[in-house]
């Protein structure tokens, strides 16, 4: 049953931000090109300018929708989940480009197409996370991947650079590719390519999974495929191999967005994914099934917690900042998947919003710390090793404070949001979803996590002898200030005063359910 | 149920079985004059020289091949549109100049960065 | 009425704000703003005094939703028992900023004056904020926030290891801290999964004995690093030796007693039960702590490790009178809470004002000191002998109440067996401190080096005055606290003990509960 489609003109007054998105990425190609001078800073303000824009846009959209509807033929549906994260993408992207004037200054790169590839990354994810398509889902996939390959390999003459885009391009293919096919099994299977209507399909046929396996195994092996395909995007175990490599060679502000919103655009969708598609009973316990007598949420389980004790062990022992960070990163990704498998079990707002304010707050405190640690970065390396940091703190008061902000809330030490977003991530996993042993291993990993988080500081702070780093590189502008005091200004509050967010997000979750 | 299959099956074969024929029917009835120049390794329109495969060709060639593929690309997808205009009406006009511009805004830039110049 | 509590909690943070737009250069401003900022905090706490009345009640009481989605609210007050440590830390915080004035001349710190300060006075916000607060969050939140500011005085001030001895201090409390978080997941859970509210989940949380056993185990680990109870303790003489001297003053006079107020406001009264059958047993590794803190401070070398070895005792001390259970006992420990952060505090002071001096803390380096630093030499007497438990100085009525609070106590095994073992580690006191004294301070003044030691100026000595007048304030006239505490302890014995674990109606509405259950299934 297809619900009635407003008029086109209606539908296209739905996706205003998306349509700003695209004109904005192309005029800042066009004045780029076009331009005089050979100073690019001013394309970093005016791209935050312009995601403000639709930020606000966004934020407008999201006060006034309360219906959500599928338009464009059932491929997409602006809903308030897709704004949420469609906001997070945008701070991300702001972030960034702020961030990224002194960076590319520093490395004499001054290009336009930079702010560009950031902005249709951006439209790629929030695409990504309102399609109800699995066609749109992937041409928004690759759409949010391209540019992103293109701006880890930024470093044209830099190997490690180069290393990381071409790693990362090629697994991310495989991984597309995966997904692909998942896809199109799933399409073969149920005769559909949109989310609802196999949601149905599989409900309607398909009472338990012995049913399943003996007559269609095929939608088993397509949804164990897409799966895969997320896995890689979201860098949980044992799909997180590429991270450290592409983290660490890329340029690290654009490590930076890329371990903040491209998981966040994978980790909505996946959840999109799964709670459109394959929320079914049959589905969601393998339990009743002849593979094993475990069902798959107990296996997503496991990777959690395998991805969780990864990250933070091999971190312990890592010299490389960028690399500390990455394994940082795929720590943090397990205890999403914590929370995630949480939603899983329980599928109420309650687990739903533990997981978009870690999100939000992972967001600030990720651009954050990895904008303040591309102000370290020594110039022409690419490569933040810890000494690099020694006593770093006496020459950047401002910029090291606020790294030490955000290491704390990464390592969840209050009043920063990270308590809190832990906190309730992992409370709503232990009360609500009954994950007692993964939270358990999550909180213990999490100490283990103090130790290299404050092995940064103690470099930072505690380090007399001051390194090689010559002075002149730690260049800030008002880029990179208004970037880090935004980011710290909101971990500190979101840290003290989390619950009219908590409440915002829970409205988005009704939303979800009217899909 | 098999039986669905079997047009694709005599398909393919009549397909494999006339190209091999033909093959075979040219090597057999066809006139042979062999002769140096023919033998010689022929690579659109140069001639292999002293550097052999590892010979430089300007970076010019690819982009030209790139961009020659994305737009003849692009332009695939107005057929399918062109099908499906009447039903859609005028919408469909302004979705296309949509795309259209999209296009244009990508042709501004590679014509801007210099790419299609040859020298 | 006004939130005075509140206003105490994060008037320092104004200070740390000031001192924010304040150039690093200007070193005076900086310590007098910070000086002000807590002399005035202290003033205001007085206010605290002045309108507590003697009674158990909760008073300056503030209940107010703070995250409704997750049922965690802003409750806070105070009553007999949190009321002087409180007071404590207001007292000291501004002793221990003028005692850093010199400190920061060191051209290594020179330009660190502004961090120095701030962190002090965030750190006087989180103890306080631990103190008030009466919801389990709020007080993790507290609790956690501690460590970061301790982490870098330690950190970036501290002596040669600091970096280890900061990392140790940061891990061993953040791992401890950790299972308490889990503990009280599980207790919210119990409760019914609707507030985190201490008095909430105290009155609606239905646990088995094992249950009860192990979360009792959560709590009490946490705070048992932070006093530290033996076999806990091993970060903290890293901690004090490498910390500088006003790191060492607020660790010892205020952090530590975080954990045995940590026991009394928390563990017992969640989990009266467990915590009385089990009282025998951490009655016994008090009294290790207070022998072995005790011996191993006789053979130190080092003055500050000696003073850091006596915490170990002293806090050993407060302990075994907590989980005695007599009302005796545990105002004695209340009251020992306090004379240990002003004595131990006092000599924290001292030893750094020789350092600061010589830039060396080995006993054998010194000697016959009295004879070019006598009022020195007079005033580190009066907080030797209120640390040795002298009458008329604090400590004795502290440690007083407490031995024989405990040698009467019902609950506690074998407890007149544990107080005599105790009563020698008064005994081991004695003797480690004064012999350090007499090391220290008498026989010949050999070391060319002490011949030209300057005796106290006017700053050093205004900070330790307030000191050692209240060694004798409290020594001579307790009964102004004791009357204060004791309504409060009362109650709380008679709350949680009397009535919970021994009264026999308290049996009958357990199986009433457990009837229920069954019911429910």
């Not at chain 3, 249950?211 to 109870?229: H, N, R, S, T, Y």
Request: hydrophobic share 55%; aromatic share 14%; proline share 3%.
């Amino acid at each position: 049953m297809m619900p009635i489609e407003p008029g086109i003109l209606e539908q296209l007054g739905m996706i205003i931000p998306l349509l700003l998105l695209v004109v904005f990425a192309s005029s800042i190609l066009l004045i780029d090109v076009f331009a005089e001078s050979e100073d690019r800073a001013y394309l970093g303000y005016l791209t935050a300018f312009f995601l403000f824009v639709v930020l606000i846009f966004v934020a407008k959209d999201f006060n006034n929708n309360n219906v959500s509807r599928q338009i464009f033929h059932s491929s997409i549906v602006i809903d308030k989940f897709g704004l949420i994260f469609t906001g997070i993408f945008i701070i991300a992207g702001i972030l960034t480009s702020l961030g990224s004037i002194d960076y590319l200054k520093k490395y004499d790169i001054a290009i336009g197409e930079f702010y560009s590839l950031i902005m249709f990354a951006i439209t790629g994810m929030s695409l990504m996370v309102f399609s109800t398509s699995l066609m749109t889902i992937f041409v928004a996939l690759e759409l949010m991947s391209l540019p992103i390959y293109a701006l880890s390999g930024l470093f044209r003459v830099n190997n490690r650079s180069l290393e990381s885009s071409v790693k990362y391009f090629i697994l991310g293919s495989v991984a597309s590719s995966i997904l692909l096919f998942g896809m199109v099994l799933l399409y073969g299977a149920t005769g559909s390519v949109n989310l609802v209507t196999i949601g149905n399909e599989i409900t309607t046929k398909y009472t338990n999974l012995k049913t399943v396996l003996s007559s269609d195994p095929i939608i088993i092996i397509g949804m164990l495929m897409v799966f895969i395909g997320f896995m890689f995007k979201t860098a949980t175990a044992p799909f997180h191999m590429w991270t450290p490599d592409v983290y660490e060679g890329a340029p690290t502000i654009v490590t930076g967005f890329m371990s903040v919103a491209v998981k966040a655009a994978a980790f909505a969708t996946f959840l999109r994914v799964f709670g459109l598609s394959f929320n079914n009973d049959a589905l969601l316990h393998l339990a009743n099934g002849a593979i094993s007598n475990t069902s798959w949420i107990q296996v997503l389980n496991i990777l959690a917690i395998a991805t969780v004790i990864i990250g933070n062990l091999v971190a312990l022992n890592q010299r490389n900042v960028k690399r500390i960070l990455a394994y940082s990163a795929i720590a943090h990704a397990g205890y999403l998947m914590i929370g995630l498998v949480g939603y899983f079990i329980t599928k109420d707002p309650i687990t739903y919003s533990a997981l978009v304010l870690y999100f939000l707050s992972y967001t600030f405190t990720g651009m954050g710390a990895f904008i303040a640690i591309s102000i370290f970065e020594p110039k022409d390396t690419n490569k933040v090793m810890l000494d690099d940091l020694n006593g770093a703190a006496y020459k950047k008061p401002f910029v090291a404070a606020t790294l030490a902000i955000f290491i704390f809330s990464f390592a969840g030490i209050p009043p920063m949001s990270g308590f809190f977003a832990k906190f309730y991530l992992f409370k709503s996993a232990y009360v609500n979803a009954g994950l007692h042993i993964p939270v358990i291993i999550a909180l213990i990993a999490s100490v283990f996590s103090v130790y290299y988080y404050l092995r940064i500081l103690v470099h930072l702070y505690m380090k007399k002898d001051y390194g090689d780093v010559d002075v002149k590189d730690y260049k800030t502008t008002a880029g990179s200030v208004i970037a880090l005091s935004i980011a710290g200004f909101f971990v500190l509050y979101i840290g003290i005063l989390p619950d009219q967010y908590i409440t915002i997000i829970k409205h988005s979750f009704l939303s979800l359910i009217g899909g | 149920m098999s039986e669905t299959y079997i047009p694709m099956v005599l398909m393919i074969a009549i397909a494999f079985g006339l190209g091999s024929a033909l093959v075979l029917l040219s090597v057999v009835l066809g006139p042979k004059y062999p002769s140096d120049v023919k033998d010689y390794p022929f690579e659109c329109g140069h001639l292999i020289d002293s550097d052999g495969a590892r010979k430089k060709h300007s970076i010019k060639f690819y982009m030209i091949a790139i961009i020659f593929l994305l737009f003849d690309l692009e332009i695939v997808f107005m057929y399918p549109w062109a099908t499906v205009f009447r039903e859609i009406g005028i919408t469909a006009l302004f979705e296309m100049f949509f795309f259209l511009g999209i296009l244009v805004v990508g042709y501004i830039y590679v014509w801007k960065k210099g790419v299609l110049e040859w020298e | 009425m006004f939130d005075w509590l509140t206003f105490i909690t994060l008037f320092p943070i104004i200070g740390v704000i000031i001192l924010f737009f304040i150039p690093k250069n200007n070193g005076t401003v900086i310590k007098n703003i910070a000086l002000v900022v807590s002399v005035i905090n202290f003033l205001f706490s007085l206010v605290l005094l002045v309108g507590f009345r003697a009674n158990a009640s909760m008073q300056f009481e503030i209940n107010k939703v703070w995250i409704k989605n997750l049922g965690i609210n802003y409750h806070i007050g105070i009553d007999g028992i949190s009321i002087f440590i409180v007071l404590l830390t207001t007292f000291l915080t501004p002793i221990v900023i003028l005692s850093a004035y010199n400190v920061l001349k060191d051209p290594t710190y020179k330009d660190k004056a502004k961090e120095y300060m701030a962190l002090l006075l965030i750190l006087e916000t989180a103890v306080i904020g631990a103190l008030i607060s009466l919801d389990l969050i709020l007080f993790y939140l507290f609790w956690e926030m501690m460590l970061i500011p301790m982490y870098f005085l330690i950190g970036v001030f501290g002596g040669e290891k600091r970096t280890y001895a900061a990392l140790k201090f940061f891990i061993y409390t953040a791992a401890g801290s950790i299972m308490m978080l889990v503990a009280m997941f599980v207790l919210y859970m119990n409760a019914g999964g609707v507030s985190f509210d201490l008095a909430y989940i105290i009155s609606h949380v239905h646990l088995t004995a094992t249950e009860q056993g192990l979360l009792f185990l959560a709590f009490f680990i946490a705070f048992a690093v932070k006093v530290p109870m033996f076999p806990l303790h091993t970060w903290l003489p890293d901690a004090h030796v490498q910390a500088p001297t006003g790191g060492s003053v607020i660790l010892a006079g205020v952090l530590l007693k975080m954990g045995t107020y940590g026991f009394i406001r928390f563990a017992i009264p969640l989990f009266p039960k467990v915590a009385v059958s089990y009282a025998g047993v951490i009655g016994i590794f008090a009294v290790i702590g207070i022998i072995y803190g005790a011996l191993v401070a006789m053979v130190q070398k080092d003055v500050k490790k000696l003073v850091a070895y006596s915490s170990i005792s002293h806090l050993g001390f407060v302990v075994l009178g907590i989980f005695a259970f007599t009302n005796t006992s545990m105002t004695g420990a209340i009251y020992q809470m306090l004379n240990h952060g002003i004595s131990t505090g006092a000599l924290f002071l001292l030893v750094g004002i020789i350092y600061e001096r010589r830039h060396t803390k080995e006993i054998k380096e010194f000697g016959g000191l009295t004879k070019v630093m006598p009022l020195y030499a007079v005033i580190f007497l009066i907080a030797t002998l209120s640390s040795i438990a002298l009458p008329l100085t604090n400590g004795f009525v502290g440690e007083f109440l407490i031995l024989s609070g405990t040698y009467i106590s019902r609950v506690m095994q074998w407890s007149s067996v544990l107080t005599i073992f105790a009563a020698t580690g008064v005994i081991f006191g004695a003797a480690y401190m004064l012999w350090m004294f007499k090391r220290v301070m008498f026989g010949p003044l050999t070391n060319e080096k002490n011949k030209n030691l300057k005796d106290l100026n006017l700053r050093e000595f205004t900070y330790l005055f307030p000191l050692i007048v209240m060694i004798f304030v409290m020594g001579i006239f307790p009964n102004f606290f004791l009357k204060r505490i004791e309504p409060s302890v009362n109650s709380f014995i008679e709350n949680n003990i009397n009535t919970r674990v021994y009264a026999k109606n308290s049996r009958v509405t357990l199986k009433l509960t457990k009837n229920q259950k069954r019911s429910k299934r």
